[in-house]
């Protein structure tokens, strides 16, 4: 039998040319679902503008990681970093379609549901970028606690126009702002910083800081939100990287970290040497001001993550469609399909769940939002890995190599667990909400009972998961599997309301019944795999 060496069958089209959005089933139901209806057209040009070249600029943006340029030929400081043309590329196409600012610059009704769903289908294609887009969303509201910062920034920081040149932010159309809040010896534990900021005589609201910053994504951001301990206690600032007449601040950046994932964000140490920064809420009140900024940038972390699923299922339900194996489309054969469907789940789950988060923010639902970005932030953060790792599996060794986007995403996967609190962090910040602020663990299982009596095992569980908060002993020891518990009720709750049956029961039965095992592909007999992998597969054009 003679054999053409040259020729290839049997492997998958490229997964490309497609709408990104539109190919997104639950994330499209989820967008009419809680409000974000009239952007629905915006939503699906951006995912047909991220289906075709910018699939490459993530790649490329990656593959060439930004460099450091601490000074220039002559020995001076320059602290600039240079980044590749597709790094940028992507950033102006995140800020051209308002990822950074559609809930402010369009405060009305479904304004953060839509932006919840573009953010989503942006970060299929990079998440890197993702970061300074998502930090400069959400400086607004904290900026908001000094107006009249506010008032000469937030115009900067919703313009459409990227504009990446260090200029004074007086002269630009667009600026980004970073946050940097951990220390060496601090990290999460924030009331352990050690940066000293002193009031400037005569310049009232005005401070120079003395310390260094251990984590500073995107330090080529125009400002920063950082924390200090002025007199009165640990403070928040807006420092920027220029001062009013021009000439560099001094915001020193000592080198670029060397990341597991993320490679196409710079993350830096930097220090600060007298740096000029401006008060930003009362001083003391550091923690509660940046907060606001944090929870807007935790729902982001869940948006990420529900991203990396998203497009892990679409990598994997492709290539099942299209790759034989033994006679037999990979997709038809039952214990893949059992695998493809029980990821297509966990995703649709993931989905679901971040944007009823996101509704809560459009609604000004504080209890609501305060437990469950928390929840969500643990939850979904960390079923990420391990999911994007079974997705690679289900490609086989074409997933595991470098031409394939899986191994960046499986290296991106762990980030949104670490950033803005880990998952310890998460789960004690649930606790203490629940203890201190009765009314949002109320509002949340309010939120899970409105499916009560339409699943026997959501109603189970929930009465378990009641008893486990009324029992106080031991309580922190327990606080995983209880917000493990309280993640997977919210789940099961708007399934069970809004997805297919089949979605819905296969979640219940796994998840909640206790009738799947410990990993992937552990679905009960009589799930209809097919129909679920199906509503999860991208077509392409």
Known sequence: MAVDVGSVRNQPPPLEGYDLFTENRPLVEALRREGGAAWEESAAALGVE???????????????????????????????????????????????????????????????????????????????????????????????????LAAAWEPRLASLVYEPRLLPAAEKEGALCGMAMTEKQGGSDVRANESAAEPLDGDDGAFLLTGHKWFCSAPMCDAFLVLAYAPGGLSCFLLPRLLPDGTRNDFRIQRLKDKLGNRSNASAEIEFEGAWARLVGAEGAGVRTIIEMVNHTRLDCVLGSAAIMRRAVAEAT??????????RLLAEQPLMANVLADLCIESEAATATALRVARAYDEGDAAFRRLATAVAKYWICKRAPEHVAEALECVGGNGYVEESVLPRLYREAPVNSIWEGAGNIQCLDVLRAARKQPDS??????????????????????????????????????????????????????????????????????????????????LPRGVDCAAIVERHRPRVR
Do not use: K
């Open 50 to 148: 991220l289906g075709g070249e910018p699939l490459e600029w993530g790649r490329l943006a990656n593959v060439n990681a930004p460099l450091l340029r601490s000074h220039d030929r002559y020995g001076e400081r320059l602290d600039e970093v240079e980044f590749h043309p597709a790094w940028h590329a992507l950033m102006a196409l995140g800020v051209r379609h308002g990822l950074h600012a559609l809930s402010w610059r369009e405060p009305r009704p479904g304004a953060h549901v839509a932006r919840a769903a573009m953010f989503v289908t942006y970060s299929q294609v990079e998440q890197g970028s993702g970061c300074p887009i998502s930090m400069t969303h959400a400086a607004v509201p904290a900026l908001r606690a000094e107006p009249a």
């Open 318 to 327: 492709h290539h099942a469609a299209h790759r034989v194996a033994f006679g």
């Open 441 to 522: 663990l109320d509002a949340f299982l309010a939120e899970v009972a409105l499916a009560q009596g339409a699943d026997a095992r959501l109603d189970a569980a929930l009465a378990e998961l009641r008893g486990a908060l009324s029992n106080q002993d031991g309580i922190e020891h327990r606080a995983r599997r209880i917000v493990e518990r309280l993640a997977t009720c919210l789940q099961g709750s708007l399934l069970v309301r809004h997805a297919p049956h089949e979605v819905a029961d296969a979640f219940c039965a796994t998840r909640l019944g206790g009738e799947g095992g410990l990993s992937y592909g552990t």
